[in-house]
C-alpha cells in the first residue's frame, strides 16, 4: 500500500470519528485466542475507537488468508475499523492517523518499538499491556445474550389428555396462527443489558466494583408481544405512547424489522422507558429504570382512539399489555374494552406489577387474564385467603372468561368460571431458566394467539407454557419464531 493511500485512509478515519480518542493496535491475528481478546478489550478502554492494522499476506508469521483474519476482527464490538498494512508503514500510518494511544501486548516492552519516537513526537501515548485476564470474550457474551441454552422440557401429555386434545392438534393451531390480526396496546419499553466483569470490593466503602464489557438493548413491554405476534405468524399491529426521543425513533426501525405495523404516538413530557440491567458472572446485580410513570393527557387518549378506531375494522384480536407505567389510563381502558364487547372482538390482558402497583380486574370482560399470584391478590385487596379463593373472587370482579396464574418455577393454574368452575394446574417445562424476564410476554403472546385461532383455553396455556420455556432459555427478548414452537411440539417425549 503506497504511503499516499495510508494518508487518505488515516484522513478518511479521522473523518469518520472528529474529535474523538483513536486507539491503534497491529498484528498478524492468524487465529482470535484469549490473549488477543484480553488485549483488544484493553485496548478499546484506552480511547473511544479501536483502528486494528491488519498485516498483509506477504508479512512474515502470516498463515490465514486476510479476509478470514478481518472478518473475526470486525466481529467483535471492540473493534471499530479493520485496515490492511505492512510493517514496514507502521510508522508512516501512525504519523498520519495521529492516534490517542498505540497499543502493543506486554511482551513487546523490553524490545524496540519504531512507534515510540513517532507516537512521543505529537503527544500520543504508547501503552504495554496484555490486559487484565478478567476481561470476557465478547463472543462468549453474546452468545448468551442471544442464543437459546439447550431446551429440553418436560412436557405433559397427561394434561392434555385430560382435556381431549394432543400435541398434533396443537401443532393445527399454531399452523392457523396466520389468519389471526392482532392489535397489541400498551407500554413499550427498552430492555438494556449491561455485560460486566466483576473487579472487587471497593475499599473505601463496602460496594462491589464492576467494569462494563458489552452493551446490548432490546425491544421489550408491549412492544415484544407486538414483536412475537409478528414473528409466531399472524398480522401485528401495535399502539403505543413513547417519548419524543431517540430511543423511540430506533424503537420503530427494531419494530419494523421485527414486522410489526407500529403507531408510537410521541409525548415530549416522558422520557420512552428504559430499563438496565447490569449483569455479571450470569446474574442480574442490579437494575435501573428510567422512565416517568404518569398518565397520559387526554389529548393523548384521544389520539390512541383516533388510530384504534382506524384499525380496529382490520382486527380480530385486541392484546392489552399493560406494565402500568401510565399509556392505559382507566377512561382509555373503558372505551376500548367496551367497543371490544359491543363488536364481539375478543380481548385479553395482563397487567403487570412487579416494582409498580396495578388492577388486572379493570379489563372487565375480557376473554383470559394473565396474571401473577402477587397480581391477583392486588386485584381484591387479599393477601391472606387461600389462592383459589382470591382466583375465583378476580373471576368474578372482572367478568373475565378465563384466568391464567402464573407461578414462576412452579408453574401456572389455569381456572374457567364456564360452564362451572373448573381448575387445572400445568408445571414449567423449563427446569433451568437462563433469564425469566420476557417469559410473561412470551406466555402471553403465544397463548392470546391459539385462543383466537380456536383453541381451548387448555390448549391455549400449554402453546403459551411452551413459549414462555424457550423465552427463559436465553438471555434478552428476542421474538419468538414459529418454527420453534413448532419443533418443540414435536419433541418426543422420554
Known amino acids: 500500500m503506497a504511503s499516499s493511500n495510508l494518508h487518505r485512509i488515516s484522513q478518511q478515519l479521522n473523518d469518520a470519528y472528529p474529535n474523538q480518542k483513536l486507539v491503534f493496535v497491529s498484528g498478524n491475528f492468524n487465529i482470535i485466542h484469549p490473549g488477543h481478546l484480553r488485549l483488544l478489550n484493553f485496548a478499546q478502554t484506552c480511547g473511544e475507537r479501536l483502528i486494528v492494522g491488519l498485516f498483509e499476506d506477504a508479512e512474515p508469521g502470516v498463515i490465514v488468508p486476510y479476509e478470514l483474519r ?78 437459546p441454552g439447550e431446551l429440553i422440557l418436560r412436557h405433559d401429555d397427561q394434561f392434555l389428555n385430560k382435556h381431549g386434545t394432543s400435541r398434533d392438534r396443537l401443532k393445527q393451531i399454531v399452523e392457523k396462527f396466520d389468519v389471526v390480526r392482532a392489535l397489541v396496546i400498551g407500554d413499550l419499553i427498552i430492555d438494556e443489558y449491561i455485560y460486566c ?17 458489552e452493551s446490548r438493548t432490546f425491544t421489550g413491554g408491549a412492544g415484544i408481544v407486538a414483536g412475537h405476534v409478528a414473528s409466531l405468524g399472524a398480522t401485528s399491529q401495535y399502539i403505543s405512547v413513547t ?14 424489522s ?59 384480536l385486541v392484546i392489552f399489555s ?7 389510563p382507566q ?45 391477583v391478590r392486588l386485584a381484591v385487596n387479599d393477601f391472606k385467603s387461600g389462592l383459589q379463593n ?21 408453574g401456572l393454574l389455569v381456572i374457567s368460571p364456564n360452564p362451572e368452575f373448573t381448575t387445572d394446574s400445568l408445571k414449567a417445562m423449563n427446569p433451568n431458566p437462563v433469564d425469566v424476564a ?31 420455556s424457550i423465552q427463559v432459555s436465553r438471555i434478552g427478548n428476542v421474538p419468538l419464531n414459529k418454527n420453534l414452537l413448532l419443533r418443540e411440539l414435536a419433541v418426543t417425549v422420554q
Open 322 to 328: 399493560d406494565f402500568n407505567y401510565g399509556c392505559l
Open 438 to 468: 420476557g417469559a410473561g410476554d412470551a406466555f402471553l403472546s403465544a397463548s392470546s394467539l391459539a385462543l383466537a385461532a380456536g383453541a381451548s383455553i387448555w390448549e391455549a396455556s400449554y402453546l403459551g407454557s411452551i413459549a414462555a
Open 243 to 256: 417519548g419524543d426521543d431517540e430511543t423511540a425513533s430506533k424503537s420503530e426501525n427494531s419494530l419494523a
Open 70 to 147: 478481518c472478518e473475526s476482527l470486525k466481529s467483535m464490538s471492540a473493534v471499530a475499523e479493520v485496515i490492511s498494512i505492512k510493517t514496514s508503514q507502521l510508522a508512516d500510518f501512525i504519523t498520519s492517523l495521529k492516534p490517542h494511544a498505540v497499543v502493543k501486548g506486554k511482551e513487546h516492552e523490553v524490545g524496540h518499538n519504531p512507534e515510540r519516537d513517532v507516537v512521543r513526537h505529537y503527544g500520543g501515548h504508547l501503552i504495554f499491556s496484555s490486559g487484565e485476564a478478567k476481561f470476557s470474550s465478547v463472543d462468549l457474551i453474546r452468545n448468551e445474550l442471544t442464543l
Open 390 to 410: 382470591v382466583a375465583n373472587r378476580l373471576l368474578g370482579k372482572s367478568q373475565a372468561k378465563t384466568l391464567i396464574v402464573k407461578l414462576g418455577a412452579e
Open 258 to 316: 421485527f414486522g410489526v405495523d407500529a403507531v408510537l404516538i410521541r409525548d415530549s413530557s416522558r422520557p420512552t422507558i428504559l430499563k438496565q440491567r447490569f449483569r455479571a458472572s450470569n446474574k442480574t446485580l442490579l437494575r435501573v429504570s428510567h422512565l416517568r410513570a404518569h398518565d397520559i393527557g387526554e389529548e393523548f387518549i384521544e389520539l390512541v382512539l383516533q388510530r384504534f378506531h382506524q384499525i380496529l375494522p382490520t382486527t380480530n
Open 197 to 213: 466483569d466483576p473487579l472487587g470490593m471497593s475499599q473505601e466503602d463496602p460496594t462491589i466494583v464492576v467494569t462494563p464489557v
Open 331 to 375: 377512561p382509555l381502558v373503558d372505551t376500548i374494552t367496551q367497543i371490544c364487547r359491543e363488536k364481539n372482538i375478543p380481548f385479553v390482558a395482563d397487567s403487570q406489577a412487579s416494582s409498580q402497583i396495578g388492577d388486572v380486574s379493570r379489563y372487565v370482560g375480557a376473554t383470559m387474564i394473565s396474571a401473577t399470584e402477587r397480581e
